[in-house]
């Protein structure tokens, strides 16, 4: 595979250098090279689909409260860039549809991460598939998610969006696993990835999307491996290899 076409994608946009997913690190990742990017979805309690990493605001904004328990007008009022620097005081949580739109304008692969497991947000697949298709993005997002009965009912919801399969363990050929979810790609924990799988797991019409990647080292073998993308948290370490021609 030519490293040139491999997904830069953005964890939580540029989040090694700004708050995470919020607009500035969305646009600061575009800004270092990144191809794509990397959020977490869940929803407020009057329905909004709105890009947090934790189910509970105290992290980022401070506020004692789960995302689920409040309304998009409360949590638009909250600063959720404070907690990372003071330039970035007013940061606001953004919306799905804001990153569809932001996406689509820079022509990026958005990696959608369904964060449905602590707390099931019921119908949310639909909710984000029906969005993804009135953007006309479904041939630039992956959904991925910890939580495969998701994956398994977007794949029957839309088969024509690609879903990545989430996991932190050292599987035994989880592209087996991942066809019988119809998954398109495994979105693994980068340590539990060795180079001479990615090349079967291809063969067997799977690609590995490793995570997080940051440092040089980890980003070279997994490059070397010929993974199709790679998440992490300095898009422009990422860039650099790739303008290198590192294979
Ligand atoms: O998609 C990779 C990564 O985002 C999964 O873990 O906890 O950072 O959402 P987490
Ligand atoms: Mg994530």
Known sequence: MNAMTTINFAHRGASGYCPENTMSAFVKAVELGATGIETDV?????????????ESLQRTTGLTALVKDI??????????????????????????????????????????????GLVQYEGMEAEVLKLVSEYGLNDKVVISSFNHYSLALCKKLAPDIST????????YRPWDYARTLGA???????????????????????????FTVNEPRDLERMLKAGVAGIITDYPDRLHTLLNKGMV
């Open 42 to 54: 869940q929803r407020t309690k009057d329905g909004v689909l709105v890009l947090i990493h934790d």
């Open 164 to 171: 990545g399969v989430l996991y932190m363990e050292g599987l």
């Open 71 to 116: 309304t998009y007008e409360q949590l638009s009022a909250l600063d959720a860039g404070s907690w990372f620097h003071s330039d970035f005081s007013g940061e606001t949580i953004p919306t799905l549809e804001q990153l569809l739109s932001f996406g689509r304008e820079h022509g990026l692969i958005l990696n959608l991460e369904l964060k449905n």
């Open 184 to 210: 398109d790609a495994l979105h693994a924990i980068f340590y539990a990835v060795l180079p001479e799988w990615v090349e079967e797991a291809r063969e067997a019409g799977v690609v590995y999307h490793p």
